[in-house]
């Protein structure tokens, strides 16, 4: 499964009150005193010219950047630098490409100032480790600690702890106040229409999609390629093939996927959704764009994503269907009477700052980050530039928000994509100004964060992992050879009672030296990490 995408909420249409960023939550904020000497930091340089900053960061597959035809002079980038006295240079990657374009980039004289990554390129992992001993970024500890007291204030520990490296900070994250952040979205209008309840059981979820293809649904469960945001059935059985999902069985560590008669039952239903029709016949080549436009278009009744996206989903899927109605609703459980998606770290996006810069600029990059997480950075993301996106009135914030599919998606660019640094759970300040925002945060609290899957896993990670490409377990991502045999099987190419056999495969391409490395590491107490 992909690392996540930092795409974010588009608020429905109304005219929100609120108190100042009183309503900010204190995880995204600093003190008021903090704020105030950090608010502007401009203002207390006044006679400097703006630091000169580059960064590198994906592209995130977000539609106001990439229609862009000069990022760098859009109006956002702009009263950012004005903002913090920068002047930015940004530097688009490809989402589905980030990783090789990142690992050239180690090897170019072209690095730049700042490298924004994707979710779970940690210090110590395979992706970054090299870097970090090749002195390509600088430890930030002293820096902190001078220019970015409000972060420290505002990152949990965990998430610090996530971006240590030899017991030094090499990266400033974007972090999550709770673990838990996928969810299961429904179409309660196509639901309604099947005269059916809540589904909870994996079997209840079945009987949904067939009531739904029944209705004229066409592919009632949106399935995506690699099963990115589409596995759900092996959370409900606990097997997700994930580097975070290591599981203790007699007395070797092995991943969850070694539990045969619970991933049978996972790739079972899978394959009957593919046999009935409930989900798409080309699933296997399905990508994040094509994927998007079938549940936009109605093709899909439930799918699975990032919780905090339900705004966005409720808004973009109502062109098509004026009556449709996105809710979250609990995961599918399994016989443990569980269920949910992979438990993320508590970091997202991680920013490493070049070791060549000078220090003047490293200060202005630390300080440009500490503004982020003050009140006046959570006013400007959230609600832009006063007279032009909201105004003041009685000392409070009269925003109005965007009544257009591109003022949404402009929106959603200023306040998650150009923000390097926040909570990426929940945005509880943009959400309490929307009588759906407000929903979205209740069942966020109610279902999102009472359910998900974790085991054991290391840190730093298994060097096994990185030397056999074909079996290693990432963060997100399945290792080949496990997908390919699930995906053989669900097309009925291979027979599921063969699942034996495909982890005799994956123990030959590398697998067994895998779990001789977990189980001597487990043993030993040696970067051990227990999932709750």
Same mark, same amino acid.
């Given at each position: 499964?992909?690392?996540?995408?930092?795409?974010?909420?588009?608020?429905t249409?109304?005219?929100?009150?609120?108190?100042?960023?009183?309503?900010?939550?204190?995880?995204?904020?600093?003190?008021?005193?903090?704020s105030?000497?950090?608010?502007?930091?401009?203002?207390?340089?006044?006679?400097?010219?703006?630091?000169?900053?580059?960064?590198?960061?994906?592209?995130?597959?977000?539609?106001?950047?990439? #229609?862009?035809?000069d990022?760098?002079?859009?109006?956002?980038?702009?009263?950012?630098?004005?903002?913090?006295?920068?002047?930015?240079?940004?530097?688009?990657?490809?989402?589905?490409?980030?990783?090789?374009?990142?690992?050239?980039?180690f090897?170019?004289?072209?690095?730049?100032?700042?490298?924004?990554?994707?979710?779970?390129?940690?210090p110590?992992?395979?992706?970054?480790?090299?870097?970090?001993?090749?002195?390509?970024?600088?430890?930030?500890?002293?820096?902190?600690?001078?220019?970015?007291?409000?972060?420290?204030?505002?990152?949990?520990?965990?998430?610090?702890?996530?971006?240590?490296?030899?017991?030094?900070?090499?990266?400033?994250?974007?972090?999550?106040?709770?673990?838990?952040?996928?969810?299961?979205?429904?179409?309660?209008?196509?639901?309604?229409?099947?005269?059916?309840?809540?589904?909870?059981?994996?079997?209840?979820?079945?009987?949904?999609?067939?009531?739904?293809?029944?209705?004229?649904?066409a592919?009632?469960?949106?399935?995506?390629?690699?099963f990115?945001?589409?596995?759900?059935?092996?959370?409900?059985?606990?097997?997700?093939?994930?580097s975070?999902m290591?599981?203790?069985?007699?007395d070797q560590?092995?991943?969850?996927?070694?539990?045969?008669?619970?991933m049978?039952?996972?790739?079972?239903?899978?394959?009957?959704?593919?046999?009935?029709?409930?989900?798409?016949?080309?699933?296997?080549?399905?990508?994040?764009?094509?994927?998007?436009?079938?549940?936009?278009?109605?093709?899909?009744?439930?799918w699975?994503?990032?919780?905090?996206l339900?705004?966005n989903?409720?808004?973009?899927?109502?062109?098509?269907?004026?009556?449709?109605?996105?809710?979250?609703?609990?995961?599918?459980?399994?016989?443990?009477?569980?269920?949910?998606?992979?438990?993320?770290?508590?970091?997202?996006?991680?920013?490493?700052?070049?070791?060549?810069?000078?220090?003047?600029?490293?200060?202005?990059?630390?300080?440009?980050?500490?503004?982020?997480?003050?009140?006046?950075?959570?006013?400007?993301?959230?609600?832009?530039?006063?007279?032009?996106?909201?105004?003041?009135?009685?000392?409070?914030?009269?925003?109005?928000?965007?009544?257009?599919?591109?003022?949404?998606?402009?929106?959603?660019?200023?306040?998650?994509?150009?923000?390097?640094?926040?909570?990426?759970?929940?945005?509880?300040?943009?959400?309490?100004?929307?009588?759906?925002?407000?929903?979205?945060?209740?069942?966020?609290?109610?279902?999102?964060?009472?359910?998900?899957?974790?085991?054991?896993?290391?840190?730093?990670?298994?060097?096994?992992?990185?030397?056999?490409?074909?079996a290693?377990?990432?963060?997100?991502?399945?290792?080949?050879?496990?997908?390919?045999?699930?995906?053989?099987?669900?097309? #009925?190419?291979?027979?599921?009672?063969?699942?034996?056999?495909?982890?005799?495969?994956?123990?030959?391409k590398?697998?067994?030296?895998?779990?001789k490395?977990?189980?001597?590491?487990?043993?030993?107490?040696?970067?051990?990490?227990?999932?709750?």
């Amino acid at each position: 499964m992909k690392a996540w995408l930092k795409t974010g909420l588009v608020s429905t249409l109304m005219v929100a009150v609120i108190a100042g960023c009183s309503n900010s939550s204190t995880s995204t904020t600093g003190t008021s005193g903090s704020s105030a000497s950090s608010a502007s930091p401009a203002s207390s340089a006044k006679a400097q010219a703006p630091v000169k900053i580059s960064i590198s960061l994906s592209d995130s597959l977000n539609k106001y950047a990439l #229609g862009s035809t000069d990022i760098n002079n859009d109006k956002w980038v702009k009263k950012l630098g004005e903002l913090t006295n920068t002047q930015l240079d940004l530097r688009l990657v490809p989402h589905a490409e980030f990783k090789p374009k990142t690992a050239l980039m180690f090897a170019s004289t072209d690095l730049p100032d700042v490298m924004n990554t994707i979710q779970g390129m940690f210090p110590q992992g395979p992706d970054m480790s090299g870097a970090i001993k090749g002195g390509l970024f600088m430890p930030l500890d002293d820096l902190l600690k001078e220019y970015g007291k409000d972060l420290l204030k505002a990152i949990p520990e965990q998430a610090w702890n996530e971006v240590k490296y030899n017991g030094k900070i090499y990266a400033i994250p974007e972090y999550l106040s709770n673990a838990s952040r996928r969810s299961t979205f429904i179409r309660k209008d196509l639901l309604d229409q099947t005269g059916l309840p809540v589904p909870k059981t994996v079997d209840d979820f079945l009987n949904v999609l067939r009531a739904m293809k029944k209705n004229g649904v066409a592919e009632p469960y949106a399935f995506r390629k690699d099963f990115v945001y589409s596995d759900v059935i092996f959370g409900a059985y606990d097997v997700m093939p994930y580097s975070t999902m290591f599981e203790k069985i007699g007395d070797q560590v092995v991943p969850k996927f070694f539990k045969v008669e619970a991933m049978q039952k996972a790739l079972t239903v899978y394959k009957t959704m593919y046999d009935e029709g409930l989900m798409a016949k080309d699933f296997a080549s399905l990508d994040g764009n094509k994927w998007t436009n079938n549940i936009n278009a109605g093709k899909s009744g439930v799918w699975n994503h990032n919780a905090n996206l339900l705004m966005n989903w409720i808004s973009t899927t109502k062109p098509a269907n004026a009556k449709s109605e996105v809710i979250i609703i609990p995961s599918p459980v399994g016989d443990d009477g569980k269920g949910g998606m992979m438990k993320y770290s508590y970091t997202g996006g991680l920013s490493y700052i070049n070791s060549k810069v000078s220090k003047e600029k490293a200060i202005a990059i630390v300080k440009m980050m500490n503004y982020m997480v003050t009140e006046a950075g959570d006013r400007f993301f959230n609600f832009g530039i006063e007279g032009d996106t909201y105004t003041m009135q009685d000392n409070k914030v009269v925003y109005k928000q965007p009544t257009t599919p591109e003022g949404s998606l402009e929106e959603q660019f200023r306040s998650v994509m150009l923000r390097l640094v926040e909570d990426t759970a929940l945005n509880r300040t943009l959400l309490n100004t929307t009588e759906d925002g407000k929903k979205l945060i209740t069942q966020f609290d109610t279902i999102v964060t009472k359910e998900g899957r974790n085991g054991i896993s290391f840190a730093p990670e298994l060097t096994t992992t990185a030397k056999f490409t074909d079996a290693g377990l990432k963060f997100s991502d399945m290792p080949p050879v496990i997908l390919d045999h699930m995906l053989k099987m669900v097309y #009925g190419k291979e027979p599921i009672s063969d699942w034996p056999k495909a982890l005799e495969d994956w123990k030959a391409k590398g697998g067994n030296e895998i779990i001789k490395e977990a189980t001597e590491r487990y043993n030993k107490k040696d970067g051990v990490v227990m999932g709750d």
